[in-house]
């Protein structure tokens, strides 16, 4: 699903009006996934890039710094002010109009990060980010959303996010992050692999059975991640989003009330705490990376 560009930070609500709500519900609850296409202009991203490549590069000399997910593929937590493009991310009226329909008025934002498939980077296994809440389970609700963007025209030898339709309600038995190999042929015939360009932003479900792919060109892949809760989820204990005073008291009412986070007068080293052991091998495979196109869209 693809809804169309909305820029700006006026007439907001008038803005967010434009999505509908059944086609963003129809997709989430449906596919897992859905995008919105240009969403940003390219110098905002470009400013994205750069201060991703900063922080980046900060957090790889620093011990624990950056958390592995695989063979030369990171994830860093960052705090929202680092990024000068936050403010317009967060309140962008496709991403308030998508948390709002999914996890209601009262939706937080609780992870900003970023991850960076590099060079060498290996296949991940199939997995979901975290273990299914029983809300999920036994109440069919969706409870929490990531946003992805782009920071690159990803291109099919830069390992490519694929994702596989519908299994955000798969269950299984074992670990309940990880299904085990028999299911893999299942969500390999399903996956669908997304090639995003810059400016667009994908909002999927982090149950949404998916995996990294290898990385086989020359460049790294940063994209930005935005983690949001339903008032009842507990994402928010697995990250610390951290705001300073001045930069909190800065911030319009309409994205403060929407941050779950720690307020602090000086920023402190972020405790990169998200760690997913089962990811950290990457898993060696052969030169077909399955999966069909399946729309452009995704992280």
Same mark, same amino acid.
């Given at each position: 699903?693809?809804?169309?560009?909305?820029?700006?930070?006026?007439?907001?609500?008038? #803005?967010?009006?434009?999505?509908?709500?059944?086609?963003?519900?129809? %997709?989430?609850?449906?596919?897992?996934? /859905?995008? *919105?296409?240009?969403?940003?202009?390219?110098?905002?991203?470009?400013?994205?890039?750069?201060?991703?490549?900063?922080?980046?590069? #900060?957090?790889?000399?620093?011990? %624990?710094?950056?958390?592995?997910?695989?063979?030369?593929?990171?994830?860093?937590?960052?705090?929202?002010?680092?990024?000068?493009?936050?403010?317009?991310?967060?309140?962008?009226?496709?991403?308030?109009?998508? *948390?709002? !329909?999914?996890?209601?008025?009262?939706?937080? @934002?609780?992870?900003?990060?970023? +991850?960076?498939?590099?060079?060498? !980077?290996?296949?991940?296994?199939?997995?979901? +980010?975290?273990?299914?809440?029983?809300?999920?389970?036994?109440?069919?609700?969706?409870?929490?959303?990531?946003?992805?963007?782009?920071?690159?025209?990803?291109?099919?030898?830069?390992?490519?996010?694929? /994702?596989?339709?519908?299994?955000?309600?798969?269950?299984?038995?074992? +670990?309940?992050?990880?299904? +085990?190999?028999?299911?893999?042929?299942?969500?390999?015939?399903?996956?669908?692999?997304?090639?995003?360009?810059?400016?667009?932003?994908?909002?999927?479900? !982090?149950?949404? /059975?998916?995996?990294?792919?290898?990385?086989?060109?020359?460049?790294?892949?940063?994209?930005?991640?935005?983690?949001?809760?339903?008032?009842?989820?507990?994402? !928010? @204990?697995?990250?610390?989003?951290?705001?300073?005073?001045a930069f909190y008291d800065s911030l319009p009412?309409?994205?403060?009330?929407? =941050?779950? *986070?720690?307020?602090?007068?000086?920023?402190?080293? @972020?405790?990169?705490?998200?760690? @997913?052991?089962? =990811?950290?091998?990457?898993?060696?495979?052969?030169?077909?990376?399955?999966?069909?196109?399946?729309?452009?869209?995704?992280?």
């Amino acid at each position: 699903m693809e809804q169309g560009h909305a820029v700006g930070q006026h007439g907001q609500e008038s #803005q967010e009006s434009q999505f509908e709500v059944a086609e963003i519900m129809r %997709g989430l609850y449906g596919d897992g996934i /859905i995008a *919105c296409r240009a969403a940003f202009a390219p110098a905002l991203i470009a400013e994205l890039r750069a201060d991703i490549d900063q922080l980046f590069a #900060q957090a790889l000399a620093v011990e %624990g710094g950056a958390l592995n997910r695989g063979p030369n593929r990171y994830y860093v937590e960052v705090h929202p002010e680092r990024l000068r493009s936050f403010v317009a991310i967060a309140s962008h009226p496709w991403v308030r109009a998508v *948390c709002s !329909a999914v996890l209601g008025p009262e939706y937080r @934002i609780v992870e900003v990060g970023f +991850d960076v498939p590099g060079p060498g !980077a290996m296949h991940q296994p199939w997995h979901r +980010d975290f273990a299914a809440p029983p809300e999920t389970v036994r109440g069919r609700r969706l409870s929490s959303l990531a946003f992805n963007i782009t920071t690159v025209d990803v291109t099919e030898d830069m390992g490519p996010f694929e /994702i596989a339709p519908g299994t955000q309600w798969d269950l299984f038995e074992g +670990d309940p992050m990880f299904p +085990d190999q028999s299911l893999w042929p299942r969500y390999e015939a399903l996956a669908q692999r997304k090639l995003p360009k810059v400016g667009d932003i994908s909002a999927r479900s !982090a149950l949404t /059975i998916h995996r990294g792919t290898a990385n086989r060109s020359s460049l790294s892949r940063p994209v930005l991640v935005l983690g949001a809760d339903a008032p009842d989820a507990t994402n !928010a @204990i697995k990250h610390d989003l951290q705001l300073s005073r001045a930069f909190y008291d800065s911030l319009p009412d309409a994205l403060r009330r929407h =941050l779950a *986070c720690r307020v602090v007068e000086q920023l402190e080293p @972020i405790r990169q705490a998200h760690t @997913i052991e089962g =990811l950290k091998t990457g898993v060696a495979m052969g030169g077909s990376m399955g999966g069909s196109m399946g729309g452009s869209m995704g992280g």
